[in-house]
């Protein structure tokens, strides 16, 4: 049975797997390696993954979710056509789709995958995600750190050094930094660091935030399909400036009516406070691994956001390098996937590669503040960044004369209050009465590679052990909520491989038509028309050159609605900004850009 190998994204997911000698991506229904984690139901209750699910949250947004990957492990609901989900669920649904990908590409089922989760994710959104693929009919045995993933993927082509990298993963909704160590056919991830609400996402709402200024608008007052509307246009206008110098984000008609010339410099003007926020974990991740820049001697850069050229100048300026290399940021952390179900398999080529990783935050428990402050405060028994497999032990005494019973609180975070971090479990030891501080409790808390985290109370004085497992067991769910929900998602309709690429393309044209008026609607209106005759007539060659046909218009139509180079006559002076501002318009060249505007040295 083969394994699959899954890059499951807030924005993206990969599907990868190992093939005679390399990592593979698989292409999806559509032909694309991307499938973005995006699900709707249908008008029919048949649900809907990737790019028709995202065309279908502009138009049909109360039957459509993306970025549940944020509330993983969370009590977060969406009510999708009248059903209620899970942020797990809805990843599941994903999960099932890549399954059914890898396995029609393969020709033959799937199993078993190797699920990767930022390297920042606390052991709830750890659970969460093991609990998605088994609700997804798929055995998940390892979850690897997406930073490990990356890593894999240039050791295996750059095996002749040593390697100490830095990770800059930037994607839709997540910002993780990680420093790898690599020393022949060994591997470890050395410190993490993170802001897990800091994506391309906040690049596209500082966009629509910057266009509603220019037009007097206000981005929340708008209805939720305007809204919708120009954060999609707004993300499409930033994709356009990592290949353009300038581009034009137009609204020709109704509430959100008006337009804004965008450049990089501009981009870079109005998106400070993030560009401070990206130097962050930069700083972070080389002090707690207590490195030098210059010891660093790869960067890699991972995931979409990492493709805009601002992003790319702000590195360049905060680690006085030139950064890429010859991956593409999209799609290095589904090869490291692969690579790694080649590992599952044993593959001769990769099997002897040994990864160790890192605990990503730290274990404690509670203990009293100070006899003015009784608030509990977190104290560290295994601090974040230590070496898997781990265990320490510390010592504990009695606060209180007579105290009979210790209460030992397991916890994980990095706040300093206790009522702040997340509360793993609980356990109480006995202690024989004696004056304040005079008896005592060790606890040992030892993690292991798979992410179990044994904690061992014992009290000295009287030889009492307890012992309790937490963490990697929790999946949330009983076996029989397990059952009821597999059969709830198993319930719902999927639509036949071979009639994806026509659904993609109608929920392509119902975006199109909610985002357009005028001859573009009518333009729609006519090719949707045909394209359902072609699909009526039957006949492979009918269906394929409708497909063709319906594909060119709505291209057109794209092309058109986003205003590239058509400004209306009436507008050609504010076309002239195309031309003014050679200067400080910043190009896709980094060398010619202005210095981002705060944190571009590290201290
Ligand atoms: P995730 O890991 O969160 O799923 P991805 O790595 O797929 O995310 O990155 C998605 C983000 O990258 C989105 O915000 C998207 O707008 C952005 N993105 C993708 N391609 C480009 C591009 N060429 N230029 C700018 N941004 C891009
Ligand atoms: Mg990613």
Redesign the pocket.
């Known amino acids: 049975m083969p394994v699959i190998g899954i890059d499951l ?5 990969l599907v990868s797997v190992w093939r005679e000698t390399s990592a593979e991506l698989v292409p999806n229904a559509l032909g694309s390696v ?1 499938t973005p ?1 995006a699900v709707s139901i249908a008008e029919d209750g048949s649900v809907l993954v990737g790019q028709a699910a995202l065309d279908r949250l502009v138009c049909a947004p109360e039957y459509s979710a993306s970025g549940f990957k944020r509330f993983m492990g969370t009590d977060k609901k969406y009510f999708l056509g009248g059903q209620t989900f899970a942020p797990e669920d809805l990843s599941a649904l994903v999960l099932r789709k890549l399954k059914d990908d890898a396995g029609q590409w393969l020709g033959e089922d799937v199993n078993e995958a190797v699920i990767s989760v930022p390297a920042y994710f606390n052991d709830a959104q750890r659970a969460a995600t093991k609990a998605a693929g088994r609700l997804a009919g798929l055995r998940v045995e390892r979850i690897l750190n997406e930073p490990s993933a990356a890593a894999l993927t240039c050791r295996l082509y750059d095996q002749s050094t040593d390697m100490k990298a830095l990770i800059f993963d930037f ?4 910002l993780d930094v990680s420093i790898v160590d690599c020393f022949e056919n060994m591997l470890s991830v050395m410190a993490v660091s993170g802001d897990n609400q800091l ?3 906040d690049f ?1 709402r500082q966009i629509a935030l910057g266009y509603c200024e220019a037009n007097g608008l206000d981005l929340d007052l708008l209805s939720p399909l305007a809204q919708a509307d120009l954060l999609q246009r707004a ?1 499409a206008c ?2 356009e400036l ?1 290949n353009r110098k300038e581009t034009l984000l137009h609204i020709a008609a109704g509430e959100a009516a008006g337009k804004l010339v965008l450049t990089n410099q501009k981009l870079i003007d109005m998106s400070g406070p993030l560009f401070q926020r990206m130097g962050t974990p930069v700083r972070r991740v080389l002090a707690d691994s207590k490195t030098r820049l210059r010891e660093i001697s790869h960067i890699i850069l991972v ?3 990492c ?2 050229p601002v992003v790319q100048a702000f590195l360049s300026r905060l680690l006085r390098r030139e950064v890429g290399h010859p991956f593409s ?2 799609t290095v952390v589904g090869l490291g996937l692969g690579i790694y179900a080649g590992i599952r398999e044993r593959r001769e080529e990769v099997r002897d590669i040994i990864m160790t990783d890192i605990c990503p935050f730290t274990l404690g428990t509670s203990v009293v503040g100070s006899r003015e402050d009784d608030t509990l405060h977190m104290a560290s028994i295994i601090e974040r960044n230590s070496p898997l497999p781990c265990s320490r032990v510390k010592k504990f005494r009695t606060t209180t004369a007579n105290q009979t019973k210790v209460h030992v609180d397991i916890l994980q975070g990095e706040e300093f209050y206790s009522r702040d971090n997340l509360l793993l479990g609980e356990m109480t030891l006995n202690v024989p009465p004696a004056p304040a501080g005079k008896e005592c409790v060790s606890v040992r808390f030892t993690y292991d590679i798979n992410g179990l985290l044994e904690v061992e109370g014992t009290v000295p004085s009287t030889g009492e052990v307890r012992r309790e497992i937490l963490l990697g067991k929790r999946s949330g769910m009983t076996e029989e909520e397990a059952r009821q929900r597999i059969q709830a998602l198993a319930a719902l309709k999927r639509p036949p491989h071979e009639e994806e690429e026509a659904r993609a393309l109608l929920a392509w044209g119902e975006r199109l038509y909610a985002q357009t008026t005028g001859d573009e609607r009518t333009a729609v209106v006519l090719a949707v028309e045909d394209f359902l005759k072609a699909c009526a007539a039957g006949g492979p060659v009918a269906l394929a050159r409708g497909k063709k046909v319906f594909r060119e218009v709505l291209e057109r139509v794209e092309k058109f609605s986003a205003g590239y180079g058509l400004l209306p006559s009436d507008d050609m002076d504010d076309a002239d900004a195309f031309d003014v501002d050679d200067n400080d318009a910043a190009d896709a060249d980094p060398e010619g850009m202005g210095p981002p505007p705060s944190g571009s040295v590290l201290q």
């Open positions: 994204g807030t924005s993206n997911s991307l984690s994607g839709g909704g997540t994506g391309g996402r596209d993300e930033k994709r990592s995931g979409g956001s493709n805009m940021p999209d």
